[in-house]
């Protein structure tokens, strides 16, 4: 499985609350993104890192942040949660560094509730 | 950009029949190719994966070809069981160096006995 850990796995939170996700991986990949997963949607990339400080916005950037100080640790902070940011999160590593390599394996998720 | 469409679902089958998702892709690269699966109330796991046209992907009696003319990947799987029952994902790598993925909207597959 790749050593992913979520925490946490469930939360709920109110309106206009901050809140932080922590994707915690133990075998030093570079590259780590995080997913939201909407019905209707599949899976959307929030941001990606690849490497300590390094990231950069995915297709579903607004609302959110990350942040990359350690190669372990991938965070992912609602500044002012909303409504809109009720979803499954999932962090996922890649394993490879070659298009023949490029393998992206999953955490468990975090279900988030804004209410 | 890039993207993926996937059949709707839910795909409803008996077991041990012929199970086929079908799966588009476009991109303006070259790039690899994946099904995933997730099982109820669990992540996504790699079921297959595909790096160049005409490779062919297989894992657990599935099987998915990268058809670059087509520009298709579409998931088959010669006699289903209940327990393949799960939400099955075309997605892309977009290739750019980064390894992003680009996903379908995802595939329920239902098995009765």
């Known amino acids: 499985d790749a050593g992913i850990t979520q925490s946490p796995r469930h939360k709920v939170t109110e309106t206009g609350t901050p809140v932080t996700l922590r994707c915690h991986q133990t075998e030093n990949h570079r590259y780590m993104y995080w997913y939201r997963q909407d019905p209707g949607h599949g899976l959307r990339l929030i941001h990606y890192s690849y490497g300590v400080k390094d990231t950069d916005k995915g297709e579903v950037s607004d609302g959110y942040s990350v942040s990359r100080s350690k190669t372990e640790d991938f965070l992912l902070t609602l500044e002012s949660a909303t409504s809109s940011q009720t979803s499954v999160y999932f962090c996922a590593i890649s394993t490879g560094t070659s298009r023949a390599t490029d393998t992206q394996y999953f955490g468990p998720g975090t279900r988030l509730t804004v209410l | 950009g890039d993207s993926v469409t996937q059949m709707e679902g839910p795909v409803t089958l008996s077991e041990e029949a012929f199970l086929t998702i079908n799966c588009t892709y476009t991109a303006t690269g070259y790039p690899s190719l994946f099904w995933y699966v997730q099982y109820p109330g669990e992540g996504l796991q790699l079921l297959l994966k595909?790096?160049?046209?005409?490779d062919k992907g297989s894992n657990k009696g599935f099987e998915a070809t990268y058809r670059k003319e087509t520009t298709s990947f579409h998931l088959e799987k010669g006699s289903v069981q209940v327990s393949d029952s799960a939400v099955y994902f075309c997605?892309?790598?977009?290739?750019?160096?980064?390894?992003?993925?680009?996903f379908g909207t995802g595939t329920r597959l239902l098995v009765s006995p």
């Open positions: 997605a892309l790598s977009d290739g750019t160096g980064f390894q992003k993925l680009v």
């Open positions: 595909a790096t160049k046209a005409d």
